[in-house]
């Protein structure tokens, strides 16, 4: 069982101020300010974190990888995930009252809050895989853990069917849509990876990573390995 | 005229409380509902989207800034609707199938009213097919598309090749936006346009329906 504490998810004001566009130190002007303190306050009272995993063998996986045969020709995870020693499927939530407060803010035209409060959202959800990340670690000692998801790095999508059907994360509330779309919006998947830390390097040469401008998938590696 | 500056100053401020009670008294003032709209609460829309692109100010400060100018459009559209004045057009946004994340397309969508379209929004997970047919059906001049995610792209050249079958391109134009496209990827698929942010999206829009209109308007109904 993973615990998500919410301080741990909150973001640090610089970091959503940073995800909101404002370089180079600037300070937000009072107003925005204003904003940021309460996006934080309406995180803190609709959050309702809640994460579920499944330890897998590597022959499981393969088979929830694979999916419907849409992945990339090759994609890191396909050499990646074999050289792990442990995996766990894994599912977070914010929950929906925060995703449903988003879309209200919006739809009344209050969208300078529903856009902090997006990007609170968004950034906590991060700080959540992370979370889950560390734990994964805490289970092994000496072992590296990363969480892969399905949309990225070649991962198709459609991965996320047989994810769900495996892990079972309707027991926290989450669902999947005809697009394979998570609901409550604000919400992660994927399988958190445990293993050397050599194996997550990711060479960059991937096809798709050519029109990758976010490429978290080595950044977060050099990060850690610092 | 020292009201229109006021307008776009409070504008520039984000002052929702104050642009409403200033566009009235310009109006009480005899100045035109479009040269209100044009020199007061453009002008300072302007402002905010020059100060944004070299990151002066934070998003935050924008959407403030175009909530402010929701208030002063308020008063101005049922004027300016009488006087005959059109809309720049109709632009249709949605994120593409496959993709939730939805809040760059919705920024997107909140200064492309603020610089005076009108916007069909369609929400996140949308198909190639509906892109279209919504632009058929509510003669839009422009359809603006949004991936985050690699894996989703692909759905923005169906939309291209659709638009292409139909004998609509050229006629409908196209922009993407997001983070994993660029510009190189608009010329691959065929996109009329790029837009790297909110601000530029909107820059390229206005070229795009100007040139659609030029080539004698909208789509086929």
């Known amino acids: 069982m993973i615990d998500f504490p919410l301080p741990r998810l909150e973001p640090p004001e610089a970091a959503v101020v940073a995800a909101l566009g404002l370089k180079g130190g600037r300070r937000p002007s009072p107003r925005s300010a204003e904003l940021l303190r309460r996006a934080l306050e309406l995180f803190r009272g609709l959050s309702e974190p809640r994460g579920v995993s499944l330890p897998v063998t590597a022959e499981e996986f393969a088979a929830i990888f694979r999916g419907q045969g849409r992945n990339a020709r090759h994609a890191p995870l396909e050499v990646i995930f074999p050289r792990a020693e442990r995996l766990h499927l894994f599912a977070f939530t914010l929950g929906e009252r925060i995703s449903a407060e988003i879309r209200r803010l919006f739809a009344g035209d209050d969208f300078a809050l529903g856009a902090v409060l997006d990007a609170v959202a968004s950034l906590a959800a991060d700080n959540a895989g992370r979370v889950a990340e560390g734990w994964a670690e805490s289970q092994a000692a000496g072992l590296k853990a990363y969480l892969y998801s399905p949309g990225y790095c070649g991962w198709h999508i459609s991965g996320q069917e047989k994810l769900f059907a495996s892990l079972k994360p309707g027991a926290i509330g989450m669902s999947l849509n005809n697009s394979y779309l998570m609901a409550p919006l604000k919400s992660i998947s994927g399988v958190l990876v445990a293993g050397p830390a050599g194996i997550h390097r990711i060479s960059g040469d991937y096809p798709f990573c050519a029109q990758c401008k976010s490429p978290a998938c080595r950044e977060r590696v050099t990060e850690r390995s610092a | ?221």
């Open chain 2, 1 to 221: 005229m020292e009201i229109l500056q006021r307008i776009a100053q409070s504008l520039e401020a984000g002052d929702d409380g104050d642009v409403p009670g200033l566009t009235r008294q310009a109006l009480a003032e005899g100045i035109a509902p479009k040269v209100v709209l044009d020199q007061g609460l453009i002008a300072g829309m302007n402002v905010v989207g020059e100060k944004f692109r070299v990151h002066e100010i934070f998003l935050p400060d924008v959407l403030l800034a175009a909530k402010a100018m929701y208030a002063g459009m308020d008063i101005l559209k049922p004027l300016l609707s009488s006087a005959g004045v059109a809309s720049r057009g109709r632009v249709v946004i949605g994120s593409v199938q496959g993709d939730l994340h939805d809040i760059g397309k919705n920024l997107v969508g909140i200064m492309l009213r603020g610089a005076g379209f009108e916007v069909v929004d369609l929400g996140n997970d949308v198909a190639a097919e509906k892109f279209v047919a919504e632009a058929k059906s509510r003669d839009a001049r422009v359809i603006g598309m949004s991936a985050l995610l690699t894996t989703t792209m692909p759905v923005m050249k169906e939309v291209v090749d659709l638009l292409k079958k139909e004998n609509l391109h050229g006629r409908i134009k196209t922009i993407i936006g997001g983070a994993p496209v660029s510009r190189e990827y608009a010329g691959e698929i065929g996109a009329d346009a790029y837009g790297y942010d909110c601000a530029q999206a909107v820059e390229r829009v206005k070229e795009l329906a100007a040139a659609a209109s030029l080539r004698g308007g909208t789509a086929a109904s």
